[in-house]
């Protein structure tokens, strides 16, 4: 079982340095990874260093900039499963906004509690770029989240449960 802090916290503690103090930080239910309250605290903010921003209201919705899941790839040089074997063609490519929000998904379902029925909807979505990559569209980023999803598959196996 993988004990470090994860994608999701690793990104959280960056994008807090950069917002005021009384702004929230909350993981987004839509494409974004994040989304905060901080235009309200300071209506300069229209970035945030390490992410990609886009203000809709008055809240700011974040994804990570791509080279945190270049970051991501580096952290495992080895393919740790068949499917991140096949996708490691797409290791060190620039991922599109397409594939930055399914590597926000898979973060978040790591962080959290996901059904078996989410991980399944994440390996299909995946399985699915993966083959809109292999006809020439994007490949960027899916090294990175085949590296989440391997995570899941790995925590929910028997015998990795957390006490």
């Known amino acids: 079982m993988y004990t470090d802090a994860g994608p999701l916290r690793q990104l959280r503690a960056q994008a807090r340095t950069a917002l005021p103090p009384r702004a929230f930080l909350k993981r987004d239910r839509g494409d974004a990874l994040f989304v905060t309250n901080a235009p309200a605290f300071a209506p300069e903010?229209?970035?945030?260093?390490?992410?990609?921003?886009?203000?809709?209201?008055?809240?700011?919705?974040?994804?990570p900039e791509p080279a945190w899941?270049?970051?991501?790839?580096?952290?495992?040089?080895?393919p740790p499963d068949a499917l991140c074997e096949s996708?490691?063609?797409?290791?060190?490519?620039?991922?599109?906004?397409?594939?930055?929000?399914?590597?926000?998904r898979a973060a978040k379902l790591l962080d959290g509690h996901p059904s078996p029925g989410e991980v399944e909807a994440l390996d299909r979505e995946l399985r699915q770029r993966a083959a809109v990559a292999?006809?020439?569209?994007?490949?960027?980023g899916l090294y990175a989240a085949a590296i989440l999803l391997h995570?899941?598959?790995?925590?929910?196996?028997?015998?990795?449960?957390e006490p």
């Open 87 to 104: 996708l490691a063609r797409f290791k060190g490519m620039p991922p599109d906004r397409e594939n930055l929000s399914l590597f926000a």
């Open 69 to 78: 899941l270049l970051r991501w790839e580096r952290r495992f040089r080895e």
């Open 45 to 63: 903010l229209r970035e945030v260093p390490g992410f990609l921003a886009e203000r809709r209201g008055a809240l700011l919705y974040l994804l």
């Open 151 to 161: 995570m899941l598959d790995r925590r929910d196996a028997p015998g990795n449960e």
């Open 134 to 140: 292999l006809r020439g569209g994007c490949g960027g």
